[in-house]
């Protein structure tokens, strides 16, 4: 097979010598015995298959046979395999194929025949989001001005900076600014650069209102290029499109649906999960509504509160049966004195009557969980060093359902509001016995270290096994503050205040920095928005098997690592 990309301009050479074949000059004189005439292709590959990818691809330049057989599929189909464990690319989050959730969509143009995978590309692709080796642009997608300079938020305000929400549907890069606008837009681009736009007007023309967040359906599509989308604005009101990805001037509006009245439950919308005819909504008050689309109408079905579980916060929703959701939320949640830890919820929804998109059950489990009454050495021990991981303020928490992870608050963001505490004013652990020594915080843990835990719900059959959020590692590699987390499928992208962005995987801890330098622009724009501008200024990241798609103070970049 040909490699997506030669190492020369020239043509590979003929395919595989056949058992047997002789050349027409053999007859006439014995040819001096070289390595590729003493052996079949065959056994030259199996003695490649020992070789490591860099020998394997050192010896390219030996000769052309080296050359062709170097290629070969199923040489670094083994190789990938045995590297990275999988036979697919890591991706977005998805929900077909695996009833955990965690499974990549198709997306549009990718092979879906094993033999047609181009594996060295794979090995390519992986090899770059190990080491942070991609390419960075601008991306030229066209959003609608605001309509005027707004004053900052509040510091505690949710769901009120100017940033923008971004999602990806194959090739298509969705984003909108949540900037305040009579008639709010949501772009479409292309990689060829077009860009098209989606108009989201409230139903009260002269009100000025911006977009609070968006979400895709994650069901399978009914068509080959379509796929819902919906939009949510401050007012409450939310509007479902018919997007085209592949065409995106074909898109259309199927329903707007506006709240009969403004209440907590429908404004502002900060996060939603969609998969058809379930929809799942989170208010910045923290309330968790279940909506039912079918039949192209909106039917409000459950709201539930929490008031021991706060912003920021993650969702994820899988199907594991036809009539049956689960839906994981991860969260931050208080500590005492004025601290945040993080948790997270499992709630089991049934989608058949008469309890029709309502929650059946829930179970909840905790980063720092204290014990009741008195406990001895060993378990003081075990509490002193889940209090260590407590952090002063959450930047961002996302989960892709078996994962966790934990980005702490800039300190000087904390500074800036005079009504909190500062992380040094409180008590790092609780008081130690009398003739025992002062618990001392660990050096391991900085206030730029992401936390990582592992997430555990047993299933429902197995009842005396507990819900555990156990803490694995802290993830070193930022120096300053993060501003936002995507977490899918084992991989976490963490986008910092300083316009760093690093990779991890979650099942080895490592990282890698992909940049970490401010460009031209994001120093100017940080310059005039000031200090606290720039810091509460929320970033947006997300990312497929090839791409991150980040948005910050320095506008929207896109970082391919298919190069």
């Known amino acids: 097979m040909q490699s997506k990309r030669p190492l020369s301009p020239a043509s590979l050479p003929p395919s595989k010598r056949l058992h047997g074949a002789l050349s027409s000059s053999s007859s006439n004189h014995n040819p001096r015995p070289t390595f590729d005439t003493l052996f079949y292709d065959e056994i030259i590959l199996s003695i490649f298959s020992y070789l490591p990818w860099t020998d394997l691809c050192s010896i390219q330049s030996t000769n052309r046979n080296w050359a062709r057989l170097s290629l070969d599929n199923q040489l670094w189909k083994a190789l990938y395999l045995k590297e990275y464990g999988r036979t697919r690319l890591r991706g977005v989050r998805g929900f077909i194929g695996r009833m955990d959730g965690r499974e990549v969509r198709p997306l549009p143009g990718r092979a879906k025949s094993e033999e047609m995978k181009d594996w060295k590309w794979m090995f390519r692709i992986s090899s770059n989001w190990r080491t942070g080796r991609c390419s960075v642009a601008p991306l030229d997608a066209s959003t609608e001005r605001p309509l005027e300079k707004t004053p900052l938020p509040e510091q505690n305000a949710i769901g ?9 549907a194959g090739s298509l890069t969705i984003s909108a600014r949540t900037c305040l606008s009579t008639c709010p837009v949501i772009s479409l681009s292309l990689p060829t650069h077009q860009t098209y736009t989606l108009r989201c007007p409230p139903r009260n023309s002269t009100v000025s209102t911006r977009i609070t967040t968006l979400a895709l359906d994650q069901s399978p599509p009914s068509s080959t290029h379509t796929i819902r989308l919906i939009s949510f604005l401050e007012t409450g009101e939310f509007t479902i499109f018919s997007v085209n990805h592949h065409t995106p001037s074909l898109s259309s509006q199927i329903l707007t649906h506006v709240p009969t009245g403004r209440n907590q439950r429908a404004s502002p919308i900060i996060q939603a999960v969609y998969h058809h005819p379930l929809l799942v909504t989170l208010s910045s008050s923290f309330r968790l509504s279940l909506y039912d689309l079918q039949n192209n109408t909106v039917a409000h079905t459950q709201t539930l509160m929490s008031f021991t579980s706060y912003p920021p916060s993650s969702l994820v929703l899988s199907v594991l049966s036809p009539s049956i959701y689960k839906l994981i939320v991860a969260y931050a949640i208080p500590v005492y004195p004025s601290h945040w830890s993080v948790g997270a919820t499992e709630l089991m929804i049934s989608g058949r009557a008469p309890d029709r998109m309502t929650v059946t059950g829930t179970r909840t489990t905790r980063a720092i969980d204290i014990p009741q009454g008195w406990m001895d050495e060993t378990k003081m021990s075990l509490v002193r060093e889940q209090w260590d991981r407590k952090v002063a303020r959450v930047a961002d928490t996302q989960t892709d359902g078996k994962w966790v992870v934990l980005a702490p608050g800039d300190p000087l963001l904390t500074r800036l509001g005079s009504d909190k505490l500062l992380a040094s004013d409180a008590p790092s652990a609780p008081p130690s ?58 991989r976490c992208v963490s986008l910092g205040v300083d316009g760093g962005m690093w990779v991890w995987d ?14 031209a622009s994001q120093e100017e724009e940080i310059e005039s928005l000031g200090v606290r501008g720039a810091l509460s200024t929320k970033g947006s990241i997300v990312f497929d098997e090839r791409r991150i798609i980040s948005a910050d103070a320095g506008g929207v970049r896109v970082w391919r690592f298919d190069v």
């Open 160 to 168: 009120a900076d100017d940033g923008t929400c971004l999602l990806l």
């Open 433 to 490: 016995p009398s003739g025992t020594p002062q618990y001392a915080s660990s050096s391991l843990h900085t206030a730029t270290s992401l936390q990582l835990y592992r997430l555990y719900f047993p299933s429902s059959a197995s009842v005396a096994s507990a819900p555990k959020l156990t803490f694995v590692r802290n993830l070193h590699g930022h120096v300053g503050p993060v501003s936002a987390l995507a977490l899918a499928d084992g």
């Open 506 to 519: 979650l099942e080895g801890g490592t990282g890698a920095e992909a940049s970490s330098d401010f460009e």
